[in-house]
């Protein structure tokens, strides 16, 4: 992967000014019923009317004998931001002292890896995505879970989806908001960057924790044609069909409709993008070829997994607090697997349908070799419980 020179150090301040930010009419999802309406939105954020004043500072550097992109930032953003604290977000923004390595020249690892703990939307946050041109980290995931009416208790394996209009994070214009520490950063689309976008040639809009590239939805209509023309770049996600599985109580129920990252599925070549929101090509600033990641305005806008070895500088900690402690790595039921991963109603699981843990050990599985996996391979397959 050849890449061109960059523009590597860039300091500065900035001035906020007052802007506006108005959110977009929610378009209906075909696989809900006509009074239901996806949830799923990056542009309904309160708007970016704070007027302040912060210095701005992000250092890129590379570091060719150790095979390294070094990152230095404040956390500051460069564009104009949303009033914190506000009536969904308590925190006010505050300078930090950021550092993050990544690789120069990132490879493709065996098997994806969720930023999750487990599958898309299962478990607690494991990784930050990346971080973006501006120094402002970029993390989809959120510390919201299903939680029981009845009990409080959290489910840990309904994640709820931080862009959806039902989580309310008090995000700004940017979709970005303020964790407790004072950092601001991106759970979608970062409007601030993007908006300088011309859809004329691709825009680099950061660095995944993996080391490759992530740009802002263009893409060249033929991925290793330069010279080919720009389009947008569809993702393979889409609502699932129906209702939740639970009783409203100890799982959500209702329709799938975008409160819960678990709503959505990957349907391989429903889109231009694989399950990581990327695909391999040339672009500007590797125009021998790369893989790259797309931030979407559909879901799941900044990707849920990557296509290489995140940095552990990424890695995120156990941070459940609010609840029982979330078991480390769990594994969903063996019939909870087969409703995620069966694709043509069989139920059975094809080594093609199958992800994560389970499609790197499926031959171990397949106990009769007739590449499906049934319930009971599955059961078997299963670690015991403690």
């Known amino acids: 992967m050849n890449e061109t020179p960059l523009k590597v150090i860039m300091i500065g301040a900035s001035m906020f000014a007052l802007a506006t930010c108005t959110s977009t009419n ?4 075909p696989f809900l019923p006509a009074n239901v309406q996806s949830t799923f939105s990056v542009s309904s954020g309160i708007s970016c009317s704070d007027s302040i004043s912060l210095e701005h500072q992000v250092i890129i550097n590379t570091n060719t004998e150790q095979n390294q992109r070094l990152i230095y930032s404040n956390a500051i953003p460069d564009h104009r931001v949303g009033a914190f604290p506000n009536w969904g977000n308590p925190n006010r923004i505050r300078s930090q002292k950021k550092s993050w390595a990544v690789p120069l020249q990132p490879k493709s690892a065996p098997r994806v890896t969720s930023v999750y703990e487990n599958l898309l939307g299962y478990g607690l946050p494991a990784y930050q995505f990346g971080v973006a041109i501006n120094g402002i980290k970029m993390d989809p995931s959120a510390m919201e879970f299903f939680q029981s009416p009845r009990t409080g208790q959290r489910n ?3 994640s709820k989806e931080a862009l959806s209009t039902n989580v309310n994070l008090g995000d700004d214009c940017s979709n970005a908001h303020v964790q407790p520490n004072g950092e601001y950063h991106y759970h979608g689309t970062p409007w601030g960057i993007v908006e300088k976008a011309d859809g004329q040639s691709m825009f680099l809009t950061g660095w995944a924790a993996d080391g490759f590239p992530i740009y ?9 044609d330069p010279d080919s023309d720009m389009a947008i770049l569809r993702p393979s996600y889409q609502l699932r069909k ?14 799938y409709d975008g ?4 709503d959505f599925e990957y349907i391989a070549g429903l889109g231009d993008l694989d399950e990581c929101n990327g695909r391999f090509g040339v672009t500007p600033e590797f125009p021998m070829g ?7 305005d559909e879901f799941p806008s900044i990707p849920r997994c990557f296509k290489g070895n995140p940095s552990k500088d990424f890695k995120l900690g156990r941070r459940g607090g609010l609840g029982p402690p979330a078991p480390s790595r769990r594994r969903p039921p063996p019939t909870e697997l087969i409703r995620m991963m069966d694709r043509n109603g069989d139920q059975q699981i094809s080594q093609s349908e199958a992800r ?7 031959s171990d599985h397949d106990k009769n070799k007739d590449g499906q996996l049934d319930l009971s ?10």
Do not use: C
């Open 242 to 255: 129906g209702i939740r599985p639970g009783d409203g109580n100890k799982a959500p129920d209702g329709y």
């Open 290 to 296: 790369t893989y790259y990641y797309i931030i979407t």
């Open 259 to 262: 409160t819960y990252v678990r």
């Open 356 to 362: 994560g843990p389970l499609r790197a050990r499926f």
């Open 377 to 386: 391979e599955i059961e078997q397959g299963r670690p015991p419980s403690n």
């Open 26 to 29: 929610l378009n209906p999802d």
């Open 216 to 224: 802002y939805k263009w893409g060249h209509e033929v991925a290793d």
């Open 156 to 158: 840990f394996e309904w």
